[in-house]
């Protein structure tokens, strides 16, 4: 939540920041600002709203600085307002500083800063950091690198969850950031280094990034970068290379980039494919089709499984539950990160906990983790922590927290509403979900055979799903750009794809969307079916099917209109719907990737029709990196 990104180098940092934030905007899009040192002054420029405005407030002004800061926010402390957006300023307005995070105890310094003479200006928590790093300079005219000292003192003071960047008029030639739980990357260029909260920020520019870790700070100068820990100590770091292009995080000539990412989800799956099962395989081999080493966390002990993620990732985790108890018969618990924190359920032994975080910097599940990390560790050994990330993003704080993940070869993702990621993280579980089942012998080599045969041929039907379906979904979407409320049923595998599709809509269309389990609608639900109300029911052949029907009659004899997701010319589907949306036939465990496909082109067309910002939603943000 919220994009910083710093500049210091040879070309005019403005441009340079303001492209920056355009591929961090999906982070937070309440306002926006940019601070550059030139002339001996800091100049500040910030707006409310989206980055446009900022661009057209900073249009035909020339400015040759050659070191910046710039942010686009997230609103958590203080109301959307130009006089809440950062870059913050110390009262000299020598100082500015831009932040991604919570300072958790703005409260006591600003009332300690208040007290010494410092006069705020806005009402977020960041607005702190300026005045204290100015204050903090004050004692140190005597070291050999004021600005750098001034900052790690001041962090040391903050608690919280931050990121962030700050430059100074009197030291024009020094670019600082530092991370505490929040991300925050450098790209080095040839005499000029950048900082972002992401990679997309970079890439146009270098692949040759490092990510800082918790407890660090760096000093950026055109000469290069030193990098100290919050103690003072001098850390040797270098970047890694990137194998990101810029193409990459284009829209590529759709419209938007959650189209986009629609569309990318064969690829997906294939890369899916290729990292996770062994191309050869075969029913008559010993050894095991999946070519994950998950060996150090996995053994024949194991007894539990609990899975903690938020949003779109916990659908998928309740997939991966049906997955792993159906396929390698374990007992598995799905847990919303944000409530695990709070009320953990008691321990159990021979517990594998996997956090399944697309981004790799959500707070919640990170903290959620290191909660489980912490309670186990100095325990039995039965009891001690293992730990696994499900993450389109292997190098992010998630990255840095567990031993070992499954990276989802996802490719970036822009749009704020998940869809490829989701994929994959459907795809990671089949994977984790067989290896278990093969481990443990709960299936028979000749059944595991035939589910990699059915996974491979998952690219090419979602591709007939988007070829056949995409144009008549379009159409449809038209009928439903007034709908107040929708309802999604779904059974057995299916029920967490009702969940996803439910989210997907209200999230970028702003209609109201209820996923549920078909046969709980009659415990009460049904009472909000009427003609005004549509229900789209994810019918797919298999063990549940005749129940989804049914469920689905019971939503049509009160008057609903009727959505089916269903198999492909099935005569008792087009009996009972009044619109299909029909998907290439598929066996039932597999059923998911396909029956989100048409789901997520229906929330998509809807939310395009109402002319609403499909990538990046009213009050959301794609990387939600604050509890
Ligand atoms: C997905 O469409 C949502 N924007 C959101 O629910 C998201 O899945 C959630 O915030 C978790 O994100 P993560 O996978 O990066 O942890």
Request: proline share 6%; with cysteine; aromatic share 6%.
């Amino acid at each position: 939540m919220c994009g910083i990104v710093g500049y210091i180098g040879v070309r005019a940092a403005s441009d340079i920041l303001l492209a920056g934030l355009e591929k961090l905007e999906y982070r937070g899009y309440d306002s926006a600002g940019i601070a550059t040192v030139r002339d001996g002054d800091v100049h500040c420029v910030r707006a409310k709203g989206k980055l446009h405005n900022l661009r057209d407030k900073m249009a035909g002004i020339e400015n040759p600085a050659r070191l910046g800061i710039g942010h686009t926010r997230w609103a958590t402390h203080g109301k959307p307002e130009e006089y809440n957006a950062h870059p913050h300023m110390d009262v000299a307005r020598r100082v500015a500083v831009v932040q991604n995070g919570i300072i958790e105890n703005y409260r006591e310094l600003r009332e300690e800063l208040k007290s010494k003479g410092h006069e705020f200006r806005s009402e977020t928590d960041t607005e702190v950091i300026p005045h204290l790093i100015a204050e903090c300079l004050t004692k140190l005219g005597d070291s050999p690198s004021p600005f750098l000292d001034a900052v790690r003192e001041a962090v040391n003071h903050l608690q919280g969850a931050f990121a962030i960047a700050a430059i100074n008029a009197d030291y024009p030639d020094e670019l600082i950031v530092a991370r505490q739980q929040a991300p925050l990357a450098i790209g080095f260029g040839q005499g000029e280094f950048f900082c972002a909260s992401d990679t997309p920020a970079l890439v146009p520019h270098t692949n040759a990034v490092l990510n800082l870790e918790n407890g660090e700070l760096a000093k950026l100068t055109p000469l290069g970068i030193e990098v100290y820990n919050f103690a003072g100590d001098r850390l040797k770091k270098h970047p890694r290379t990137l194998d990101w292009n810029p193409i990459q995080v284009e829209k590529q000539g759709f419209k938007h980039f959650m189209l986009k990412e629609i569309y990318e989800q064969p690829g997906v799956v294939r890369a899916c494919l290729e990292a996770y099962l062994d191309e050869k395989w075969s029913a008559a081999d010993t050894t095991s089709p999946v070519k994950l080493d998950l060996s150090s966390i996995l053994d024949e002990n194991l007894e539990h499984v609990q899975i903690l993620a938020c949003g779109t990732s916990w659908h998928a985790a309740l997939v991966g539950k049906y997955l792993i108890e159906q396929l390698a018969e374990i007992p598995t618990m799905v847990q919303y990160a944000s409530e695990f924190r709070y009320a953990p359920a008691p321990l159990t032994a021979n517990t594998l906990t996997v956090g399944v975080t697309q981004s790799g910097e959500t707070a919640d599940t990170l903290a959620a983790l290191e909660m489980e990390k912490e309670r186990r560790t100095g325990k039995p050994p039965e009891f001690q922590p293992r730990l696994l990330g499900i993450t389109n993003r292997p190098e992010s704080s998630l990255g840095l927290l567990v031993p070992q993940t499954i990276d989802l070869h996802a490719g970036m993702e822009i749009g704020v509403a998940a869809t490829k990621t989701f994929i994959a993280q459907l795809m990671a579980f089949y994977a984790l979900a067989l290896e278990l089942a093969y481990r443990r012998k709960t299936i028979a080599p000749i059944r595991l055979e035939e589910i990699i045969a059915g996974l491979r041929q998952l690219p090419s039907q979602i591709e007939q799903i988007l070829e056949s379906q995409e144009r008549y979904i379009e159409e449809l979407a038209h009928e439903f750009s007034e709908t107040q409320d929708f309802i999604f049923l779904g059974r057995g595998i299916n029920f967490p794809i009702a969940l996803e599709g439910a989210l997907k809509l209200k999230e970028i269309s702003y209609i109201h969307a209820e996923g549920y389990p078909a046969g709980e609608m009659k415990h009460g639900p049904i009472a909000l079916l009427d003609a005004k109300v549509p229900v789209v029911a994810i019918a797919m052949q298999g063990s549940v099917y005749d129940k989804v029907l049914s469920n689905a009659q019971e939503a049509k004899a009160r008057d609903s209109r009727l959505i089916g997701v269903t198999p492909m010319d099935d005569p008792e589907a087009e009996e009972t719907f009044d619109d299909l949306l029909p998907v290439p036939p598929v066996e039932e465990l597999l059923s998911p990737i396909l029956a989100v496909i048409p789901l997520q082109l229906l929330a998509y067309h809807i939310a395009a029709r109402r002319g609403l910002d499909v990538d990046q939603p009213r009050n959301l943000a794609k990387s939600v990196t604050v509890e």
